[in-house]
Every structure is written in structure tokens, then in C-alpha cells.
């Protein structure tokens, strides 16, 4: 039977299938850590406060990705280059959401309007992140290898929506709302198509690698196809609602420890 776990469970059982995933999200999370902490740098003197949290959003995600990387040394396996059409993080960039890497490597103050399309940007892939993260948890919290990783890493991304609600609730009381909706929503539609197109090239990497049968490519390509025609629909609205979280203040201590793979 074909299901998340069996599918999941392929690629992890395959050392060259499970390099290639670690590898892709070893590349977006070490590029998120990137991006947060030139913005951490950049912002402006007005949202100083929020430079802290920031930081410690980058930090989480350095870490995840050496995670990612601590779990192939362990099976004996080294980084694979990233295709660039599963390259998540620069195929958003390249469709201008979130803040453009030239604009960070700048070194002038961001706005207020560049901290509000960040703050966007991350509760839009946070949401993605963590419902990904929240997958792998229910089917692999108590594997011996991952169960630590997939757990540490799960309870992180949910920080790290809850903290992109709480500051875009703040803004948005600060007379920012409107601005702050066109942000989400210009940024959930393009999320949305960006998340089928890797997931597509994804999974057909995955398949040579594996050698799936046509039919079994076919039938993983109109399930990522119906899922986006959902998410078309009215599912990307899922990742523009604001709710006060009933954490506070998520990102507001020291990175956690990241567990030891030996």
C-alpha cells in the first residue's frame, strides 16, 4: 500500500535516496540560517527588539542543517549536490518572495515594509515546515536513527510559526494589517506553486533512484497535482491566518541543545 510512511521509509532504507533528501534539506535550512542573520544585522533601529529572536531563528535553522548532515556522516555517506530545481529556498527567491539575497548582502538598514514581507515569508514556509516536520514526527518519532532529529527539529518549526504569529499580530496593530495581508497572500500563492514544482522534481529524482514503476511515478505526480489544486483553491488560506499562539514569546531564549549522533 502506498502511503506517507512506505514512501518514506523507501527513501530512508536507500543511502543514496536518503543523501540526496538530507542534502536538499541540509541547503535550505543552512541558507535560512543565512538569510535570518543578515536580517538580524540589517534591521532597523525602530524594531530592534526583534533582532534577538531573529537571530535565534537563524540559529535554529544552522542547526537543523547540521542535523541533516550529522545523520549522513552516521551512515557513512557525504553531501550530494542540490538539483536546482528542488532547490526550495532560491526557486522562492527567484520568484521575488521574501527579501532578494542582494538586498541582504547590502549593508543598509532594512525598513519596516522589508521586516513585515520577512516576517510574511516565514509564517507562509513556517507553516509548510512545520506540517512536513509534524508528518515525519507522527510516523518516525521512535525511529532509532531519526526519531531524535525529526522530534527536536518539529518542536523548532513550531516555535518558529508561533513566533512569526505573535510579531505579525503586533504589527498588524500597529497599523500595518492591510500591508500585512497583501504580503502573506502574494507570498502563499507563489509558495504554493514553488512547493509543487520541487515536490515534483523531487519525487522524480526519488524515482530513478529507486526505479519506480511508471505507474507508481504517475500516481505520486496527480497526488502532488491534487494537492495543489486544493491548495489553489482555498487551501493556501490556511497559511495567511493570524492567531495569537498560546506560546508567547517562542523565540525568546537560547537555541536548544542539538542532539549528538554518534
Known amino acids: 500500500m502506498l502511503s506517507a510512511k512506505s514512501l518514506f521509509q523507501?527513501?530512508?532504507?536507500?543511502?543514496?535516496?536518503?543523501?540526496?533528501?538530507?542534502?536538499?534539506?541540509?541547503?535550505?535550512?543552512?541558507?535560512?540560517?543565512?538569510?535570518?542573520?543578515?536580517?538580524?544585522?540589517?534591521?532597523?533601529?525602530t524594531e530592534r527588539g526583534l533582532a534577538p529572536k531573529i537571530s535565534r531563528h537563524g540559529a535554529d535553522e544552522?542547526?537543523?542543517?547540521?542535523?541533516?548532515?550529522?545523520?549522513?556522516?552516521?551512515?557513512?555517506?557525504?553531501?550530494?549536490?542540490?538539483?536546482?530545481?528542488?532547490d526550495y529556498t532560491m526557486l522562492l527567491e527567484r520568484g521575488g518572495i521574501g527579501l532578494a539575497h542582494d538586498r541582504l548582502r547590502r549593508d543598509e538598514p532594512l525598513t519596516v515594509q522589508d521586516v513585515l514581507v520577512y516576517l510574511a515569508?516565514?509564517?507562509?514556509?513556517?507553516?509548510?515546515?512545520?506540517?512536513?516536520?509534524d508528518l515525519l514526527?507522527?510516523?518516525?518519532a521512535?525511529?532509532?536513527?531519526?526519531?531524535?532529529?525529526?522530534?527536536?527539529?518539529?518542536?523548532?518549526?513550531?516555535?518558529?510559526?508561533?513566533?512569526?504569529?505573535?510579531?505579525?499580530?503586533?504589527?498588524?496593530?500597529?497599523?500595518h494589517g492591510r500591508a500585512i495581508q497583501r504580503a502573506l497572500r502574494e507570498c502563499a500563492l507563489a509558495e504554493i506553486r514553488v512547493h509543487r514544482d520541487v515536490s515534483l522534481a523531487v519525487m522524480a529524482r526519488m524515482g530513478r533512484i529507486l526505479g519506480w514503476s511508471r505507474p507508481k511515478a504517475a500516481l505520486l505526480a496527480a497526488?502532488?497535482?491534487?494537492?495543489?489544486?486544493?491548495?489553489?483553491?482555498?487551501?493556501?488560506r490556511r497559511m495567511v491566518s493570524l492567531r495569537m499562539p498560546e506560546r508567547r514569546n517562542a523565540l525568546g531564549g537560547p537555541p536548544s541543545p542539538e542532539p549528538e549522533f554518534a
Open 10 to 45: 523507501e527513501i530512508v532504507d536507500n543511502d543514496e535516496s536518503f543523501a540526496l533528501f538530507c542534502s536538499i534539506a541540509a541547503g535550505g535550512e543552512s541558507q535560512g540560517g543565512w538569510e535570518n542573520a543578515r536580517i538580524a544585522a540589517l534591521v532597523p533601529d
Open 62 to 86: 544552522d542547526k537543523h542543517g547540521r542535523i541533516f548532515n550529522a545523520l549522513m556522516k552516521k551512515r557513512g555517506l557525504r553531501p550530494v549536490p542540490v538539483p536546482p530545481e528542488t
Open 121 to 133: 515569508h516565514s509564517r507562509v514556509t513556517e507553516q509548510r515546515a512545520s506540517e512536513q516536520m
Open 137 to 140: 514526527r507522527k510516523h518516525f
Open 142 to 175: 521512535d525511529h532509532p536513527d531519526l526519531g531524535r532529529a525529526v522530534r527536536m527539529i518539529s518542536a523548532d518549526e513550531d516555535n518558529h510559526l508561533a513566533y512569526c504569529h505573535e510579531e505579525l499580530l503586533r504589527l498588524a496593530r500597529a497599523g
Open 223 to 236: 497526488g502532488i497535482h491534487a494537492v495543489y489544486a486544493y491548495e489553489r483553491l482555498g487551501g493556501w
